[in-house]
């Protein structure tokens, strides 16, 4: 069902979807000259928190300057390299390699470097699972800046230092408050990005923002196990179904029938993955007929069969 101000605004609901699963947390206090490799993680963000000091981040594509107050995200699971302006020479070394001292399984207290001026670091690794969350995310630069001088970012200003003061010390319920502050400035950095880049609400953000295509979309977000054809999508759009069709494809990249069936797949792989379920759930909930069918889409689409994901899947809570 869609609610209300979904059909309003299907950017935020996509944003609303940004719920990371997996985060690990890291506390760096680091003195110059120092320089860490961040290795690459699968379908993830890291996040860089400056909160003292000065560090460049150098990721594939781009290199940023960070002063303190400022936020780097490097989405699509991108290894980077973190570092002083004088880093030492040579290869850096992985900074999950590094001796430090954990002090829950998913946060740990980094000390690090040379024993020149002092930085200090707050690093994060999320991993979100929704597809729409991660269509949005797979749009974004290769690293995302938001400085602490930027018109507008004092929300963002006042998540860091909340954050900060989180996990300088381990209180309980500490790490829980910190994941949900992850969360949030994980949104506004995406949102900042948007903001002051235009370019960005074109494809598949610009088709969410159409007010008939964007529609449909948020039709077959919401359920995609309905009975989609392209008659019913149209009708969602309140569009003829000629118009309809070249439309979505002009605005989406591609036809309509072919994005239900991307879309349902990602699902799926996230299903099978995420818990403990089986193939012919999965493909009851989507719709098809049969599994022998389901199975059918999904290797055409995936390139894999579903119970070799299925087979990889995470363990069910409990």
Known sequence: MTLPWEDRDRLGTTLHRLRMRGAFYCHADLTEPWALTMPAVPDSVSFHVLTAGSCRVEAPGAAVDLRAGDLALVPHGAGHLLRTADGPAG????????????????????????????ATLLCGVVVFDDPAARALLALLPAVVHVAADDPGPTSTRETVRLMAAELAAVRPGGETIATRLADVLVVQAIRAWLD??????????????????????????????????????????????????????????????????RWRMAVAHDRLRARSTTVASVADELGYRSEAAFSRAFTRTTGRTPGSVRAGARPGPG
């Open 196 to 261: 002051r880049d235009p370019a960005a609400r074109s494809g598949w953000l610009g088709a969410l923002d159409d007010p008939q295509v964007g529609r449909a979309l948020a039709a077959v977000h919401a359920e995609p196990g309905g009975d989609w054809t392209l008659d019913r999508l149209a009708r969602a759009a309140a569009m003829s179904r000629t118009a309809f069709a070249a439309r979505f494809t002009e605005l989406v990249g591609e036809p309509p029938m072919r994005y239900v069936t």
């Open 91 to 118: 290869p850096a070394p992985r900074a999950d390699l590094l001796p430090q001292r954990y002090l829950t399984d998913h946060y740990s207290v980094l000390r690090h470097g040379g024993g020149g001026a002092p």
